[in-house]
């Protein structure tokens, strides 16, 4: 077995992170040679459940679970981590604007990111999946100076998996049929979930699908808005396949996943024409040991670089938002 490796994960003692810890502690998340330390960090609210949620990783004994801890010191849950999990947010209270629900979470985002910097293992990655997200990761990144903006991801792998799922039933095939899905911008419901390029059974989906129609009216709206209607059926939002995916983003970034496609939100550097230093989601291949690159030079036609545009300017409003919030 492999020497532990710590995982940090805020807001553990939340419905996502219920799912998620359980499933790092199985193995499932960094491969079953892989013992693994799990650092629960929460609000002082969050404290008793959490010691439930302990209780219950006790009870699970799981043989690759080497030491639990629990704290709602940032610097202490984030020292040494090879993986941050940033998972807690202020949800959106009533009678909240956008605008208050950016700041109250920027702030929550760059105490994260100060201590990340001064505590984390130099080589982290960190995945945030508390929304909003993608704004989320620029914060923590800035206020992180010392370490990459590449080391930060904001999740849209749900999105991604979403939308695979969703043609996968139209076509009638099993979900591993279906690759090269794109999730673009903003984990929003701006975000742009695109087939341009995507494949079933390794041919052309728009082709096997021959139904344009559907894709505009019916399948890009209900990608976007994928959560409220989770909402509405269940009384509370999705967890387990939000975990899900972030076990699905943070494995295949250890191990690697081939050459296939998966959409992640990360900093741009200026390709597709996106606005440098936002954290906008691309269709990314991640080659293991936490390295990754973003899949380049697609053609990208006039309704997509619309649709691209659109939730790009959603970011640089949030971005602008909380610019007070930046350092520099
Ligand atoms: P819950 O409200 O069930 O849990 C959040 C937990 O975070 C609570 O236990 C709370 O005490 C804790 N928390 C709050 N602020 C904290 C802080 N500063 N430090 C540490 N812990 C803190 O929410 P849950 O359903 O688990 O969702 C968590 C976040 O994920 C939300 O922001 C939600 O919007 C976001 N989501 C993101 C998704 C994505 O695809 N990126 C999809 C699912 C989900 O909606």
């Known amino acids: ?51 439930g949620v302990m209780m219950e990783l006790e009870d699970g004994a799981f043989p690759l679970l080497s030491k639990v801890t629990a704290t709602t010191d940032l610097q202490e849950g984030f020292g040494d981590a090879s993986f941050a999990m940033l998972v807690g947010a202020t949800p959106r209270g009533k009678g909240m604007e956008r605008s208050d629900l950016l700041s109250a979470n920027a702030k929550i985002f760059a105490d994260q990111g100060k201590a990340l910097n001064e505590t984390a293992a130099v080589n982290a990655k960190v995945l945030v999946v508390g929304n909003p997200a993608n704004t989320n990761a620029l914060v923590a990144s800035e206020n992180a100076p010392d370490m990459w903006p590449e080391q930060f991801i904001a999740m849209t792998r749900l999105d991604q998996s979403r939308a695979k799922a969703l043609v996968a039933e139209k076509a009638g095939v099993p979900v591993k049929d279906v690759d090269r899905v794109i999730i673009w911008g903003n984990h929003s419901a701006t975000q742009y979930p695109d087939l341009s390029h995507a494949r079933i059974g390794g041919k052309w989906a728009k082709s096997i699908l021959k139904d344009d129609k559907w894709i505009k009216e019916d399948f890009i709206p209900r990608v976007q808005k994928r959560g409220a209607e989770i909402i509405n059926a269940k009384g509370s939002s999705s967890a387990a396949s939000a975990a899900s995916a972030a076990i699905d983003a943070i494995r295949d970034l250890h191990q690697g996943s081939d050459e296939e496609w998966l959409s992640n939100a990360i900093v741009s550097d200026g390709s597709y024409g996106v606005t440098k230093g936002i954290w906008y989601s691309v269709p990314t291949v991640c080659n293991g040991d936490s390295h990754y690159r973003r899949v380049q030079r697609l053609p990208i036609d006039e309704f997509s670089a619309k649709m691209m545009t659109r939730t790009e300017m959603e970011l640089i409003e949030e971005r602008d938002s909380v610019r007070h919030l930046l350092p520099g």
């Open 1 to 51: 077995l492999l020497p532990p490796l710590k995982v940090a994960v805020t807001g553990a003692a939340g419905q996502i992170g219920y799912a998620l810890v359980m499933r790092i502690a199985s193995g499932e998340m960094l491969g079953k040679d892989q013992l693994v330390e799990l650092s629960l960090i929460e609000t002082e609210a969050g404290m008793s459940p959490l010691r």
